[in-house]
């Protein structure tokens, strides 16, 4: 083995050491990175708006109002979810006869092939209705309260937004201290593109909920759904929500319509659009519309969902695309990263 063979077998052993660390390193301490990873993400955004309050009223104060921006868009994200679960609560309680009604056909071929006589079905049904009910509910409001990764996420956060926020001259001379100092350049020049970028990965992110709920509105009009234009908003503002909001956001307009017409076909048909609406945002919407706003392509942006749900489930697929974001700024001025830069960028960057 000649010594070119030697150094590129050397490198790429070392390339997929790191890798794999850094893989590790992420997964095993995902409980502290994923709320510094939104603190870092969220005092970005902010900063625009601290930056023009600091000049007149001062750093703490701007920082403050910062936290109660933050505080108030949680708080209003919170009441939705909470509001969306108790409309879900009243609407079954509401549809009891229709829900039983059509629960009994399913019922009674389970009995007849179980031999469980009719006293006994209509007591299972009962049982089945009243758990869902007076447990099913409650323990979906006590999940966004008393989850332990919740309550950290929410404890958490803003503390590290402050911080961040408060000793950021701090933390940028800290990063050009530790960087090569041929790259210090680089690095400067990345800082001051940082907040315009994600600034555009907020409009980015406010232009996909947009779509999604016009596609969903759109959907639900065209099959006569009630309400269609308010279930359409509100299955889309609850995907801020992973998991969870998806999964609260469909049951709300799959009881509205399983409670409103005779046919089965209607909540089936409301299952299909939101799927397929569903399948456009993670495929499509979301990477085109935020990977343009952070100058990264479709297929980049796919991948760093994709890789972030592995690694941090919900949390990474949304923090990963601005994380990818940044690394596009650092690749584009630091010369040994250029390959990546353009492996990243759009096809007319450059032009």
């Avoid at 890789?307 to 650092?330: N, T």
């Amino acid at each position: 083995m000649n010594d070119d063979s030697y150094k590129s077998l050397r490198f790429y052993t070392y390339l997929l050491l790191f890798i794999t660390l850094a893989f590790f390193i992420l997964y095993q301490a995902r409980l502290l990175l994923i709320p510094l990873g939104f603190g870092l993400v969220i005092s970005l955004i902010l900063y625009p708006i601290c930056q023009r309050i600091e000049r007149k009223v001062g750093r703490a104060m701007s920082i403050f109002v910062g936290e109660v921006i933050l505080f108030a868009f949680g708080f209003i994200l919170i009441q939705i979810l909470i509001t969306s679960i108790s409309f879900l609560q009243q609407e079954f309680t509401n549809s009891r006869e229709k829900i039983f009604h059509q629960a009994e056909g399913l019922v009674q071929t389970l009995g007849n092939n179980f031999s469980i006589d009719a006293a006994q079905q209509k007591t299972l049904l009962e049982q089945l209705y009243d758990n869902i009910l007076k447990q099913l509910f409650p323990f979906l409001k006590e999940t966004i309260f008393l989850s332990a990764g919740t309550f950290t996420m929410m404890m958490i956060i803003p503390v590290f937004v402050g911080l961040i926020l408060l000793y950021r001259e701090l933390l940028v001379k800290f990063v050009l201290e530790i960087v090569p100092k041929n790259q210090a350049e680089g690095f400067k020049a990345t800082f001051r593109q940082i907040a315009d970028t994600y600034f555009r990965f907020a409009k980015g992110m406010a232009l996909v909920y947009l779509s999604v709920a016009t596609l969903n509105s759109l959907g639900f009009l065209a099959i006569g759904l009630p309400n269609a234009v308010y279930l359409g908003v509100l299955a889309s503002i609850l995907t801020f929500f992973p998991y969870l909001g998806i999964f609260i956001g469909g049951m709300a307009a799959i009881i509205v319509a399983w409670t409103t017409f005779d046919s089965a076909w209607y909540p089936i048909g409301v299952a299909l659009i939101l799927g397929f609406v569903q399948y456009l945002e993670a495929n499509v919407i979301f990477p085109v519309l935020v990977g343009k706003q952070l100058s990264i392509n479709p297929l980049a942006t796919l991948m760093a969902i994709l890789l972030g749900g592995i690694i941090w489930g919900g949390a990474g697929m949304i923090l990963f695309v601005p994380f990818v974001g940044i690394l596009k700024l650092l690749a584009d001025h630091i010369d040994g990263l250029k390959p990546l830069a353009t492996l990243l960028g759009s096809a007319t960057d450059g032009k």
